[in-house]
């Protein structure tokens, strides 16, 4: 199994292990379809368990599975502090390219320049998510609904990510 982490905070923010990874964009975003699962309310097998009367599956509450596993936290963002963050974040990347894959900047950067304009004509169908340390100046999930779609599909800078085999 792969774990993708956050190059920068070394946040866990996804799994090969999640449903219909795959890379996008010649090789830029690595995106992941989502769904919810049920959490809490569990059964254990116990002789009234349910003491105080209250049925388990009333307890359980739905999560999404990318969200709930990784434990991103959603927060806003307006269009203009977006594109001011994306500058700084593709720098940064941009520089741990040129250190650790120097053959890799300039198909990172030439993505970049024709994804960027396209999410920001789509920006207002995202939701942006942080990873744990919520670190405002590490790499975002983006969580897109697709037309007709009942969970996000969630998309992640791949440059921005080291991955780690366990």
Same mark, same amino acid.
């Given at each position: 199994?792969?774990?993708?982490?956050?190059?920068?905070?070394? /946040?866990?923010?996804?799994?090969?292990?999640?449903?219909?990874?795959?890379?996008?964009?010649? *090789?830029?975003?690595?995106?992941?379809?989502? !769904? +919810?699962?049920?959490?809490?309310?569990? /059964?254990?097998?116990?002789?009234? +368990?349910?003491?105080?009367?209250?049925?388990?599956?009333?307890?359980?509450?739905?999560? +999404?599975?990318?969200?709930?596993?990784?434990?991103?936290?959603?927060?806003?963002?307006?269009?203009?502090?977006?594109?001011? !963050?994306?500058?700084?974040?593709?720098?940064?990347?941009?520089?741990?390219?040129?250190?650790?894959?120097?053959?890799?900047?300039?198909?990172?950067?030439?993505?970049?320049?024709?994804?960027?304009?396209?999410?920001?004509?789509?920006?207002?169908? !995202? /939701?942006?998510?942080?990873?744990?340390?919520?670190?405002?100046?590490? *790499?975002?999930? !983006?969580?897109?609904?697709?037309?007709?779609?009942?969970?996000?599909?969630?998309?992640?800078?791949?440059?921005?990510?080291?991955?780690?085999?366990?």
């Amino acid at each position: 199994m792969i774990i993708y982490k956050d190059r920068f905070t070394g /946040d866990e923010v996804l799994s090969d292990a999640m449903k219909q990874v795959r890379v996008e964009e010649d *090789g830029l975003i690595l995106v992941s379809e989502s !769904y +919810n699962v049920s959490k809490g309310g569990e /059964d254990f097998g116990f002789e009234n +368990n349910d003491e105080e009367g209250g049925d388990l599956a009333d307890a359980a509450e739905q999560v +999404n599975i990318v969200v709930d596993s990784f434990q991103l936290v959603q927060t806003s963002m307006d269009k203009k502090s977006f594109q001011g !963050y994306i500058k700084i974040y593709l720098k940064k990347v941009k520089a741990e390219l040129e250190k650790s894959n120097p053959d890799r900047v300039e198909p990172f950067m030439t993505g970049m320049k024709a994804w960027v304009p396209k999410m920001l004509k789509e920006f207002s169908e !995202y /939701d942006f998510y942080m990873g744990r340390s919520c670190d405002g100046e590490a *790499g975002y999930v !983006y969580g897109k609904f697709g037309e007709g779609a009942s969970y996000p599909t969630f998309y992640i800078i791949k440059d921005g990510l080291s991955e780690e085999k366990v």
